[in-house]
């Protein structure tokens, strides 16, 4: 069973920076393909996926955080990162990380349907 902790979420000021990280249980990275992900929710929104990482490190982002947020992986810590900067207030949400065994869809428009989730970290951007 995968289980995925999230934690680093907070409140920033707009323009400033902040590290999400994810830790998984129950699963070892290199051990077979497993596409890894975030996605967030901000209130009275749908869910949006904003980045994808693939098992060999391929990445894909949403155009809306595209040049801003960076996706990473420590296969040794089993640690999935997200580094965001230049936050803007719309990022404001629920941020959340997935992962998926399925081969092909490791893009962000797929990650809020993947079968594993965490149970989410803060992050508030004000203006």
């Known amino acids: 069973q995968v289980q995925l902790v999230e934690s680093g979420g907070g409140s920033v000021q707009a323009g400033g920076s902040l590290r999400l990280s994810c830790a998984a249980f129950g699963y070892t990275y290199s051990t077979y393909y497993m596409c890894m992900g975030w996605f967030r929710q901000a209130p009275g929104k749908e869910r949006e996926g904003v980045a994808g990482?693939?098992?060999?490190?391929?990445?894909s982002y949403a155009d809306s955080v595209k040049g801003r947020f960076t996706i990473s992986q420590d296969n040794a810590k089993n640690t999935l990162y997200l580094q965001m900067n230049s936050l803007k207030p719309e990022d404001t949400a629920m941020y959340y990380c997935a992962a998926s065994p399925a081969v092909g869809y490791c893009y962000p428009q797929y990650v809020a349907d993947f079968g594993y989730r965490g149970q989410g970290t803060q992050v508030t951007v004000s203006s």
């Open positions: 990482i693939d098992s060999d490190g391929s990445t």
